[in-house]
Each structure stands twice: as structure tokens, then as C-alpha cells.
């Protein structure tokens, strides 16, 4: 076996949650065996059979289908480059429970899923690169990755609520109880659909310094 091209890189790829980056890791093998998220062993979503992702941390695998390569980019992006042979991949997954579709919106939940981890990412990479067995590598990546990788806050599109009920009226907006998948409260706040950049910076501070445990 070709110590030169059997090779483990990394890299960095635009996501297209913020336009931010996210890491990648360029694989020397066409990876066909796992059927479970490397990080927090949840059925992937199959795609196509060169195309898998999981749906709760928001790994992805894609295989170049020329090279039998695989890339694994550790969030959400709309395309992925064969290292080996340069052939872009488009990538087709569901990212309604990541995206709400406003672009500040979408920049708090890059930050408070992804921004915050750039760092810890960026040291578990430098040391993946000095790794050339998949055993060694899987193992790596689940013992170090799995506590950066797992989403902190979701988007939830307003159709998955069901069962409101009015609790409480106040002077910025409504309190209701909900049902999703289990009893939850929800706040409706009178003309959310222009949000001020103040507003939005409330809502990360409250996260980060009172209760990041919330979707």
C-alpha cells in the first residue's frame, strides 16, 4: 500500500449555515461499512449510496464515486470536493431542524452549535493528520469529536407543534403550552418578523449565560 496516497488530510469547508467554516476530513478510502454515526451512533440517513448523513450532530459523508474516496464534513454545507480528482459533489440533506431560512437567525444557531467549537475542532484535526489506520481513526474521532459535535439549540419549523394552548398574555407576547414530543412551553413574541440585531443579541446572551439546555 502507497504510503504516499493512502493519506488521512483535513481542511475546512464553507457551511452554509453562516457562511462560516467547518472542518473536513479527506479520507483515502471509499467507506461503505458504517451504518451509524461515528460520533453519536445514530442510524445515518442514507441519501444516495455515495451519500449519508446523520441527522442529530449533522455529520456527513460523501464518496467520490471516481476516486472511491470519502470525505466526512462535520456540518452543514451544500457541496463537497474530491481532494484526489477535484470533482465537486452536491450534497441533498434536510437541514429544516438547522436552518430557519433568516440569515441571523441562522447566525446565532451556526454560533451556538459550531462557533464555539471551531477551536477544539481545529486541535482534534491537526492531530488526526498524523493517523493512517481507519481503526485508530473512527475510535479518534467518536472519543474526541462526539462532545464538540452535538447541536445545543434546534430550529423548529412551526408545523412539528401541535396542541397549543394559551397560558399567559403579556406586553411582548403570548405564552402558550405545546406538545412536542412532550409537553413544552413556547413564547410568541408580537412582530417577531423584524427582530432587531439588539433582540437577537438578548437571545445569545440569555443562551450562553442562563440556559443553553433549551431548543
Known sequence: MCSDCYLISSGWVESTLAKKPIPILYLPWWDSYHIYCISCNKNLSFVSDCQKWCSDCYLIYTGCRY??????IFGPTNQSQCRKCKRISFINIDITNISSGDHSVDEILYDINFGNQ???????MN????????????DFVKDKFKP?????MKWIPYSQIKNLTEIAKGGFGIIYKA????????KKFFNSQNMSKYFLSEVIIFIFLICFNIY
Open 127 to 138: 492531530n488526526i493528520n498524523n493517523i493512517n489506520s481507519p481503526t485508530y481513526l473512527y
Open 118 to 124: 471551531i477551536d477544539k475542532a481545529s486541535d482534534c
Open 179 to 186: 406538545t412536542l414530543d412532550e409537553h413544552v412551553a413556547l
Open 148 to 152: 464538540i459535535l452535538k447541536p445545543k
Open 67 to 72: 476516486c472511491l474516496t470519502t470525505n466526512i
